[in-house]
T-cell receptor
Framework: GESVGLHLPTLSVQEGDNSIINCAYSNSASDYFIWYKQESGKGPQFIIDIRSNMDKRQGQRVTVLLNKTVKHLSLQIAATQPGDSAVYFCAENFGNEKLTFGTGTRLTIIP | DAGVTQSPTHLIKTRGQHVTLRCSPISGHKSVSWYQQVLGQGPQFIFQYYEKEERGRGNFPDRFSARQFPNYSSELNVNALLLGDSALYLC???????????????FGPGTRLTVL
């Protein structure tokens, strides 16, 4: 069935380095993908989204890449800061008002 | 502008009781969705409402119900609570205008429900 999964459950990155968080999806009909950041005790915070007719989208310090051929999504965070430490979720939607989330990747920034 | 607000922040109930959780969407948003997030997992979709009508329902038992009011706020009700209902319940709002689920959903801080 459809699923959204992450390659790595945890990721540790040196402060100032770039972070790359990966996500695989299996439903080729998905047409909308979103990355959320969730800090401890808080709700998910919208980071960036991308439609299926795009390959790349950039925001402030973040870039999302979509490879529809291999059904892969990635979030790149430039010059990571201590405040980037959180759990990152990718979510997909295929036009039915329901977001399907992966299990998340915990990003830890090493000072 | 205020974001999505939820109440209460925390709640402790015992098995068999019922609970009502409340959500106020971002001003101007007409769609509200509810998610359950068990510790260590991603959120799971429960319901989505738009203009007071149910637009989508996830794989949850009938003990879970919801409604949306004319001011677009929403309530999630859970009856006959089980230990497994312990979770963070998240509310998200969006404009709902796309009709295809591609409106950005903004989440509230959640209500932490503990069932003893």
């Amino acid at each position: 069935g459809e699923s959204v999964g992450l390659h790595l459950p945890t990721l540790s990155v040196q402060e100032g380095d770039n972070s790359i968080i990966n996500c695989a999806y299996s439903n080729s009909a998905s047409d909308y993908f979103i990355w959320y950041k969730q800090e401890s005790g808080k709700g998910p915070q919208f980071i960036i989204d991308i439609r299926s007719n795009m390959d790349k989208r950039q925001g402030q310090r973040v870039t999302v890449l979509l490879n529809k051929t291999v059904k892969h999504l990635s979030l790149q965070i430039a010059a990571t800061q201590p405040g980037d430490s959180a759990v990152y979720f990718c979510a997909e939607n295929f036009g039915n008002e329901k977001l399907t989330f992966g299990t998340g990747t915990r990003l830890t920034i090493i000072p | 502008d205020a974001g999505v607000t939820q109440s209460p922040t925390h709640l402790i109930k015992t098995r068999g009781q019922h609970v009502t959780l409340r959500c106020s969407p971002i001003s101007g948003h007409k769609s509200v969705s509810w998610y359950q997030q068990v510790l260590g997992q991603g959120p799971q979709f429960i319901f989505q409402y738009y203009e007071k009508e149910e637009r989508g329902r996830g794989n949850f038992p009938d003990r879970f119900s919801a409604r949306q009011f004319p001011n677009y706020s929403s309530e999630l009700n859970v009856n006959a609570l089980l230990l497994g209902d312990s979770a963070l319940y998240l509310c998200a709002s969006s404009t709902g205008t796309s009709g295809r689920g591609t409106d950005t959903q903004y989440f509230g801080p959640g209500t932490r429900l503990t069932v003893l």
